[in-house]
């Protein structure tokens, strides 16, 4: 088992749709989590961290679920400039060491 | 300081020649990561460095490969005898310890036939 599961998608939605992704981490001694954004033969970016008590950036929001371990990824109204692929990625350690990543979600934002 | 960068951008070579890849990571930061990244699949860690010391190989780093950072800045990755099968984007990231947040490099991306 993978210890960072991620649905591959591709998640195909009209624009203005909001859309969620879920990620399932499976080590429950992980203790920091982040979403990246990769675009197509583009190097990972960082796009948001994944706080215990959720948090929004603009028209994102991120959840973390420890008890589920799981994390979760919203998207509101949500734009073509969105398509990519949105990696899961858990860390086991408080501080950055090595970081796990999940084999990402495709989404595409159709006109 | 523009970010990390890694040379070359891509590489084609014969299979069982040796290949070296360069990245140089964001000057502050003491941390530097390998991962390799195959079609579909997310970036996989290869190995780490804090300043100049390897902490730790994946598994995935078989004998072929080997990876330094002699001065504690740039990093070489290097993969003797080379397979189909390493064909992949290799991806360097930086961080500062105690920071959350990698920054990754445009990646090399290597094609073996």
């Known amino acids: 088992r993978k210890e960072v599961e991620q649905d591959p998608g591709p998640f195909n939605v009209p624009e203005g749709a909001t859309v969620a992704f879920n990620c399932t981490y499976s080590?429950?001694?992980?203790?920091?989590f982040f979403w990246y954004r990769q675009d197509c033969r583009k190097e990972p970016k960082l796009l948001m961290s994944?706080?215990?008590s959720g948090n929004e950036d603009g028209r994102f929001t991120a959840q973390l679920n420890r008890a589920s371990q799981y994390i979760s990824l919203l998207i509101r109204d949500s734009k073509l400039s969105d398509s990519a692929t949105y990696l899961c990625v858990v860390n086991r350690y408080s501080s950055a060491s090595k970081i796990i990543f999940g084999s990402g979600t495709r989404l595409s934002i159709r006109p | 300081d523009t970010g990390v960068s890694q040379d070359p951008r891509h590489k084609i070579t014969k299979r069982g020649q040796n290949v070296t890849f360069r990245c140089d990571p964001i000057?502050?930061?003491?941390?530097l990561y390998w991962y390799r990244q195959t079609l579909g699949q997310g970036p996989e860690f290869l190995t780490y460095f804090q300043n100049e010391a390897q902490l730790e190989k994946s598994r995935l780093l078989s004998d072929r490969f080997s990876a330094e950072r002699p001065k504690g800045s740039f990093s070489t990755l290097e993969i003797q005898r080379t397979e189909q099968g390493d064909s992949a984007m290799y991806l360097c990231?930086?961080?500062?310890?105690?920071?959350?947040?990698?920054?990754f490099g445009s990646g090399t991306r290597l094609t073996v036939v």
């Open positions: 080590n429950s001694a992980s203790q920091s």
């Open positions: 000057s502050e930061h003491n941390r």
């Open positions: 990231a930086s961080s500062l310890q105690g920071k959350d947040g990698y920054t």
């Open positions: 994944v706080y215990s």
